[in-house]
């Protein structure tokens, strides 16, 4: 009889996949994990029942999350990573030349697992003479900071349980203290159809703290309910106006291998369907009507 795994991550719509084997399940002081091994996405970790990353599409988002960032910032040098424990994120970054980057994650079982069943996503991320790894709260780790960094992702859980903290006022007031002027911060705002106040509601946080916040979006196979967001926040960069020549001399010079991003998706992703726009539109007439209120 084929085991199934149904995702609970929605309250009305569920996905379903066909499991080959459990190869982990368990519980960590933070959430529930599992590591199944599917017919149709190969390995896949799931925490407190919500798909995070597969095998077989993990590339498209975290190339998405960080090759963006990467190829807007003109010189990035220190990059930090809150969440990311499957270490997809930190391979990614590695592929381009900076100094250090920092890969914050609150569940140290996490990188464990990640390392032992997920060696296909994480690579070689955690060995690298680059990586400094913490196991802390990102929400905690930000307050102790005082040299800036150049860019921000912010490659957490949905907003419940221990990423809760990761959404709030607070936590990008700190992030801006820490990121250098022309600094950059990226995260993920789940599906444009099933999850729009997340989208929406991380956009106009944003709007309170950087001049140019931007969402983008990407098609993820798991990460179901359409078209899936991202948001870019900067005060300097805008990631749109960045001339597609530049950046495909810049992709060309590094020669990095990537699977989904290149110089012209990253010029598509912010161009964003009406639905999307047109709440867009909303919330800035509200914010113009309060700014101009006496
Ligand atoms: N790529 C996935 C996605 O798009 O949803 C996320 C991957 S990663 C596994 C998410 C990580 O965020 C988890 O390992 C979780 O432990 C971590 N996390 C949640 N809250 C955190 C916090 N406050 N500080 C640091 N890490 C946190």
Same mark, same amino acid.
């Given at each position: 009889?084929?085991?199934?795994? #149904?995702?609970?991550?929605?309250?009305?719509?569920?996905?379903?996949?066909?499991?080959?084997?459990?190869?982990?399940?368990?519980?960590?002081?933070?959430?529930?994990?599992?590591?199944?091994?599917?017919?149709?996405?190969?390995?896949?970790?799931?925490?407190?029942?919500?798909?995070?990353?597969?095998?077989?599409?993990?590339?498209?988002?975290?190339?998405?999350?960080?090759?963006?960032?990467?190829?807007?910032?003109?010189?990035?040098?220190?990059?930090?990573?809150?969440?990311?424990?499957?270490?997809?994120?930190?391979?990614?970054?590695?592929?381009?030349?900076?100094?250090?980057?920092?890969?914050?994650?609150?569940?140290?079982?996490?990188?464990?697992?990640?390392?032992?069943?997920?060696?296909?996503?994480?690579?070689?991320?955690?060995?690298? #003479?680059?990586?400094?790894?913490?196991?802390?709260?990102?929400?905690?780790?930000? /307050?102790?900071?005082?040299?800036?960094?150049?860019?921000?992702?912010?490659?957490?859980?949905?907003?419940? @349980?221990?990423?809760?903290?990761?959404?709030?006022?607070?936590?990008?007031? @700190?992030?801006?203290?820490?990121?250098?002027?022309?600094?950059?911060?990226?995260?993920?705002?789940?599906?444009?159809?099933?999850?729009?106040?997340?989208?929406? @509601?991380?956009?106009?946080?944003?709007?309170?703290?950087?001049?140019?916040?931007?969402?983008?979006?990407?098609?993820?196979? /798991?990460?179901?309910?359409?078209?899936?967001?991202?948001?870019?926040?900067?005060?300097?960069?805008?990631?749109?106006?960045?001339?597609?020549?530049?950046?495909?001399?810049?992709?060309?010079?590094?020669?990095?291998?990537?699977?989904?991003?290149?110089?012209?998706?990253?010029?598509?992703?912010?161009?964003?369907?009406?639905?999307?726009? #047109?709440?867009?539109?909303?919330?800035?007439?509200?914010?113009?009507?309060?700014? #101009?209120?006496?």
């Amino acid at each position: 009889m084929p085991k199934w795994f #149904s995702e609970t991550l929605h309250p009305s719509v569920r996905q379903t996949l066909k499991i080959k084997e459990i190869l982990y399940s368990g519980k960590t002081p933070f959430q529930k994990v599992q590591i199944l091994n599917t017919e149709q996405f190969g390995k896949v970790l799931v925490l407190d029942g919500v798909i995070q990353t597969t095998e077989k599409d993990e590339f498209i988002y975290h190339e998405m999350m960080t090759q963006v960032p990467l190829f807007s910032h003109p010189n990035p040098r220190r990059v930090l990573v809150i969440g990311g424990g499957d270490g997809g994120i930190v391979r990614e970054i590695l592929k381009h030349p900076i100094e250090e980057v920092y890969l914050v994650e609150i569940d140290e079982q996490v990188m464990t697992l990640s390392k032992k069943y997920l060696r296909a996503i994480c690579k070689g991320a955690f060995k690298d #003479s680059r990586t400094r790894v913490r196991v802390e709260d990102g929400a905690q780790f930000i /307050t102790e900071q005082t040299d800036p960094f150049d860019i921000v992702m912010i490659d957490s859980t949905d907003p419940i @349980g221990p990423a809760k903290v990761l959404f709030s006022k607070k936590f990008y007031q @700190g992030i801006k203290r820490i990121l250098n002027p022309a600094g950059i911060l990226v995260r993920q705002t789940g599906s444009t159809v099933f999850q729009p106040n997340e989208w929406m @509601g991380n956009y106009h946080q944003l709007k309170g703290f950087f001049s140019q916040v931007h969402p983008f979006v990407i098609a993820v196979p /798991t990460y179901i309910g359409g078209f899936f967001s991202l948001v870019f926040a900067s005060d300097q960069i805008d990631p749109r106006a960045l001339d597609l020549t530049m950046l495909k001399a810049r992709y060309g010079e590094l020669q990095l291998k990537t699977r989904y991003y290149n110089p012209e998706i990253h010029q598509s992703c912010f161009r964003l369907p009406e639905y999307m726009k #047109s709440r867009l539109l909303v919330e800035e007439m509200s914010q113009n009507a309060v700014n #101009s209120t006496p």
